[in-house]
């Protein structure tokens, strides 16, 4: 395999392989969840969740997923970061395989009066913000096949729904219950509303992909309503944060979470974004070099998608969220350096959640961008020289006079 390749990829399948043969290992891990492959039925409380294919594209797989006997409590960990960040990565998988992807058929287009009524129960359960008690039945016995990807979060078994039930009714916050009923309102304002009403990503996010929010309401691939969703909530903020002043010191912020570390600094200058990506040797798909690459975007914005795929967009919304609450706006350079201990894809989820590990520690402050590269350096772990000569931002910086000897 061509290890730059496999970086680029993430499972993608770019090397014309019908499997990816990283993710393939990973597969074959014992599933805390045997108990329930070989079954026809299963009873338990889903966190909620629910996931929708993007395989065979419009026609898609779509359903719940439900965890077989766990209760609420038990079963409300597995779709929170707060509760995955306190856990190691076999952790993380065991959890997660937990839950069983109860799947049906349906076309992309048919969210709205679906003609298929387990899709309309998976939206009830959607509207949910906590476990809701959930049976089903399949039409053939649960096959134990974990599921990992480079954006989704790990998940357990799948079976073939035949029918399911939500057992109570979905506690629905009162902005969600408004807003999947407002068809006039455009899926990016309404998820930028539902964002400013403290509704947590997991939930916007199934919201959306399960074909319950904007005008034209159709269903989206959980892999890309993930990034859908941190590219528009991002894009909103930037909406005002573009107005405020800027930040009047260079400050760094350092910190991380499974492997994954975060070294971001913030310019007094109009808003740019830029973040390179240091996979070392090991990780889990670099495998014996560096792999290094960056993407940025000015003042005017992102155009196309990035390079380096969902990341991108799961590092900015944090910075973002934090130039809104202090009411100013920078330029901000990423360095994410992912290191030998990420050994298994955990999903897109950790790079939003570990930017914002980082943003939480109090910020170092330096009298210029020259002072705070040279700190940077040191807690990152690859010679400086090698991940600098993508930080092309950071040439533009021209009234940063110490940062000379980078350039």
């Known amino acids: 395999m061509n290890e730059n ?10 090397c014309g392989r019908p499997y990816c043969p990283i993710l393939e290992k990973f597969k074959s891990v014992d599933s805390t969840v045997s108990k329930s492959t070989g079954c026809t039925s299963i009873f338990g409380a889903s966190p909620p969740s629910v996931f929708v294919g993007r395989h065979n594209y419009p026609e898609v797989m779509a359903g719940p997923m439900i965890p077989p006997e766990l209760t609420g409590d038990e079963s409300i960990q597995l779709e929170d970061p707060r509760e995955l960040l306190k856990m ?38 959607a509207l949910s913000k906590k476990p809701v008690d959930t049976e089903a039945w399949f039409h053939k016995p649960i096959q134990n096949k974990l599921k990992f990807d480079n954006v989704l979060t790990p998940m357990g078994p ?4 035949k029918d399911f039930s939500v057992a109570e009714n ?17 899926a990016k304002d309404a998820i930028s509303e539902l964002w400013g009403n403290n ?21 989206v691939p959980t892999r890309w ?101 202090i009411k100013r706006q920078a330029t901000i350079f990423i360095v994410r350096e992912i290191r030998p201990e990420y050994w298994a894809p955990l999903g ?4 939003r959640e570990g930017v914002r590990e980082a943003m939480n520690n109090k910020p170092m402050v330096f009298e210029s961008v020259g002072k705070a590269v040279e700190s ?32």
């Open 376 to 407: 940077m350096a040191t807690r990152i772990n690859t010679p400086r020289e090698k991940w600098m000569k993508k930080a092309n931002m950071l040439s533009d910086v021209k009234a940063q006079r110490t940062l000379d000897a980078f350039i």
């Open 225 to 325: 309503s993930i990034t859908a969703v941190d590219d528009m909530a991002g894009k909103n903020i930037f909406a005002s944060v573009r107005d405020f002043q800027q930040v009047n010191e260079v400050m760094v912020f350092s910190g991380g979470v499974f492997g994954n570390h975060f070294e971001i600094m913030l310019i007094p200058r109009p808003f740019s974004f830029e973040l390179i990506e240091v996979w070392m040797p090991r990780t889990v798909w670099s495998g014996q070099e560096t792999w290094i690459d960056s993407d940025s975007e000015g003042v005017t914005g992102k155009k196309g998608y990035s390079n380096l795929a969902g990341g991108y967009y799961a590092a900015r919304l944090p910075v973002m969220e934090y130039l809104k609450q």
């Open 170 to 186: 979905p506690k629905v916050p009162k902005k969600v219950d408004y807003l999947v009923y407002d068809t006039d309102a455009l």
């Open 199 to 219: 509704i947590p990503t997991e939930h916007i996010t199934r919201l959306f992909s399960i074909g319950l929010l904007g005008q034209e309401r159709r269903l």
């Open 158 to 161: 799948t079976g073939d729904l």
């Open 88 to 125: 190691g990565i076999q952790d993380v998988i065991s959890s997660r395989s937990h839950l069983v992807r109860a799947s049906t058929g349906i076309n992309v287009k048919n969210a709205i009066k679906p003609d298929n009524s387990l899709i309309e129960k998976s939206q009830e359960l």
């Open 348 to 351: 897109v989820w950790v790079v």
């Open 5 to 14: 390749l496999c970086v680029k990829c993430k499972g993608k399948g770019l």
